[in-house]
């Protein structure tokens, strides 16, 4: 699973959006680097939801130059584009650099590898993309936009970068992720555990205020079931997912809460297994020619046509 936020060592979900201050942006960086050593042993979800992305891509006439992974995590998602546009040069962006060494794969000969795919890793906030304007033909983005808690700086900022005729593909998480670890907090205290996420409609509207065009947002639900609530929990540390909350209690959480928490989980229990569900949102659109210039200017475009002979 991408990084998304949560418990006190978890991820959670939630309804409404979120403001820019919500999240403490470095913290969630730091559990994002703490987990690269294991990101890709529990990163069972994200493999799954970008697999369905690429299906997606394969009914999308596009022959790009450059492409880029914008939260690239462990890199294993730019590999499998570089596979898929041969002719291509794939940028690997990532705002934790554990990541990108987990992705260029620490050993020489991996390195090695990773440079013959053609993949080049960069060190930085989606939301401050270090490349020229119209520079890329697609951006893809898997499971990290939401680690914004306001996405709408990294959409503009995916905008300014693409080509005209450039192509947005991107999946995060929605309000019903992890619903039933949440609704389970809630009964041991009140405190902010989790993270609320945006819903896919306000994610269109976002992606029509940037001066995107033809936006598609559509979502799913995915459930994973695991043995117990302390299996979650170690996955989604494991993943980078922690409680990343600005206003979130510091230190550790009480016995007493932890307990209400997994008795309340346990009501959920079927078939021997926990639930938990992950709202998966999906949005692709396209960067149309511009209507304004830079100052401001509306553009106006002729079409001539020579006049026929005789």
């Given at each position: 699973?991408?990084?998304?936020?949560?418990?006190?060592?978890a991820?959670?979900?939630g309804?409404?959006?979120?403001?820019?201050a919500?999240?403490?942006?470095?913290a969630a960086?730091r559990a994002?680097?703490?987990?690269?050593?294991?990101y890709?042993?529990?990163?069972?979800?994200?493999r799954?939801?970008e697999?369905?992305m690429r299906?997606?891509l394969?009914?999308?006439?596009?022959?790009p130059?450059?492409?880029?992974d914008?939260?690239?995590g462990d890199?294993?998602g730019a590999k499998?584009?570089?596979?898929?546009?041969?002719q291509a040069?794939?940028l690997?962006?990532?705002s934790?650099?554990?990541?990108l060494?987990?992705a260029?794969?620490?050993?020489?000969?991996l390195q090695r590898l990773?440079?013959?795919?053609?993949?080049?890793?960069?060190?930085?906030?989606?939301a401050a993309?270090?490349?020229p304007?119209?520079?890329?033909?697609?951006?893809?983005?898997?499971?990290?936009?939401?680690?914004s808690?306001?996405?709408?700086?990294?959409l503009?900022?995916?905008?300014r970068?693409?080509?005209?005729?450039?192509?947005l593909?991107?999946?995060c998480?929605?309000?019903?992720?992890?619903?039933?670890l949440?609704?389970?907090f809630?009964a041991?205290d009140g405190a902010?555990?989790?993270?609320?996420f945006i819903?896919?409609h306000?994610l269109?509207?976002?992606?029509?205020?940037?001066?995107?065009a033809?936006p598609v947002?559509d979502?799913?639900?995915i459930?994973?079931?695991?043995?117990?609530?302390?299996a979650?929990?170690k996955?989604?540390?494991?993943?980078?997912?922690?409680?990343?909350?600005?206003?979130r209690r510091?230190g550790?959480?009480?016995k007493?809460?932890y307990?209400?928490?997994c008795?309340?989980y346990?009501q959920?229990?079927?078939?021997?297994?926990?639930?938990?569900?992950?709202?998966?949102?999906?949005?692709?659109?396209?960067?149309p020619?511009?209507r304004?210039s830079a100052?401001?200017?509306?553009?106006?475009?002729?079409?001539?046509?020579?006049?026929?002979?005789?």
């Open positions: 699973m991408r990084r998304a936020p949560g418990l006190d060592g991820a959670a979900a309804g409404a959006a979120l403001s820019p919500a999240i403490d942006r470095r960086r994002s680097a703490r987990a690269a050593a294991t890709a042993g529990a990163a069972v979800l994200a799954e939801v697999a369905r299906e997606r394969q009914y999308i006439k596009l022959a130059q450059r492409v880029l914008a939260g690239c890199g294993d499998r584009l570089a596979e898929i546009y041969p040069q794939l690997g962006l990532d934790a650099y554990p990541m060494q987990a260029r794969g620490g050993g020489a000969w990773f440079a013959r795919e053609r993949v080049a890793c960069l060190c930085a906030d989606m993309l270090p490349l304007a119209a520079s890329v033909d697609l951006v893809w983005s898997n499971l990290a936009l939401h680690c808690g306001d996405p709408l700086p990294a503009k900022e995916m905008q970068v693409l080509r005209v005729g450039g192509l593909m991107f999946s998480y929605g309000p019903d992720t992890l619903k039933e949440r609704s389970a809630a041991g902010a555990h989790v993270h609320d819903d896919m306000d269109g509207d976002m992606l029509s205020t940037c001066g995107y033809e947002m979502m799913e639900l459930t994973v079931t695991y043995a117990d609530v302390d979650l929990i996955d989604l540390r494991a993943s980078g997912q922690v409680n990343a909350l600005a206003g510091r550790l959480t009480g007493g809460v307990r209400a928490t008795a309340a346990e959920l229990r079927r078939g021997g297994s926990l639930p938990a569900s992950f709202e998966i949102v999906y949005g692709h659109a396209w960067k020619q511009p304004v100052d401001g200017r509306a553009i106006i475009r002729f079409e001539t046509s020579r006049p026929k002979p005789g």
